[in-house]
C-alpha cells in the first residue's frame, strides 16, 4: 500500500488583510444611486420598475455594506 504524506500549510502565509477604509467617492456614488432610485420611484414606479431593479442589483453587487451612503 501506499503512504500519503501531507503537509501542513499555514493559512496566514502570503496573505495580507488590507484594512477596509470608506472610500469618500464609493459612498458618493452609492447617494447618486440611492438619489437616481428616489426619483424613478417618485415619478412613475411601475414604469421604471425594471431601471430600479438594475440600479439596486449594482448597489448590492459592487459596494461593500461598510459604505453605507446613509450613514
Known amino acids: 500500500m501506499?503512504?500519503?504524506?501531507t503537509i501542513p500549510v499555514p493559512t496566514t502565509v502570503g496573505r495580507k488583510r488590507r484594512e477596509s477604509?470608506?472610500?469618500?467617492?464609493?459612498?458618493?456614488g452609492q447617494r447618486v444611486l440611492v438619489e437616481a432610485m428616489?426619483?424613478?420611484?417618485?415619478?412613475?414606479?411601475?414604469?421604471?420598475?425594471?431601471?430600479?431593479?438594475?440600479?439596486?442589483?449594482h448597489v448590492r453587487t459592487r459596494f461593500r455594506m461598510?459604505?453605507?451612503?446613509?450613514?
Do not use: C, H, M, W
Open 21 to 28: 477604509t470608506s472610500d469618500p467617492r464609493n459612498v458618493a
Open 38 to 57: 428616489r426619483y424613478l420611484t417618485q415619478s412613475d414606479p411601475v414604469t421604471n420598475r425594471q431601471a430600479i431593479q438594475l440600479i439596486s442589483e
Open 66 to 71: 461598510s459604505d453605507s451612503p446613509l450613514g
Open 2 to 5: 501506499a503512504k500519503v504524506f
